[in-house]
């Protein structure tokens, strides 16, 4: 059963970055499509950016220009680089599979990233 770890979360003022990973164990990770979803405070969870096992990659219209979704077959670990952040990015993070499975990986906790002056 694949195990995902996120990291990278964090306090970040307006127009700084930061870089979320999301290291996942087991064989079928490199396998699966991947995504970046988040969560904002009294809102539905959303799609940030995905990617697939052969690295082609989408991006919600909010994002784009300033997130890059990478992954690393060797490290078994995708990322998430985030720059000019805005309040609007403040939200839990979460890393699981693109969508269009019949199901998830466990959401876990996810990484809370905060946009604030």
């Known amino acids: 059963q694949v195990q995902l770890v996120l990291s990278g979360g964090g306090l970040m003022q307006p127009g700084g970055s930061l870089r979320l990973s999301c290291a996942g164990s087991?064989?079928?990770?490199?396998?699966?499509?991947m995504a970046w979803y988040r969560q904002a405070p009294g809102k539905e969870r959303e799609l940030v950016a995905s990617i697939s096992s052969l690295g082609n990659s989408n991006y919600a219209d909010s994002v784009k220009g300033r997130f890059t979704i990478s992954r690393d077959y060797v490290k078994n670990t995708v990322y998430l680089q985030m720059n000019n952040l805005q309040p609007e990015d403040t939200a839990v993070y979460y890393c699981?599979?693109?969508?269009?499975?019949?199901?998830?990986?466990?959401w876990g906790q996810g990484t809370q990233v905060t946009v604030s002056s």
């Open positions: 087991g064989s079928s990770f490199s396998r699966n499509g």
């Open positions: 699981n599979k693109a969508p269009g499975v019949a199901t998830m990986y466990y």
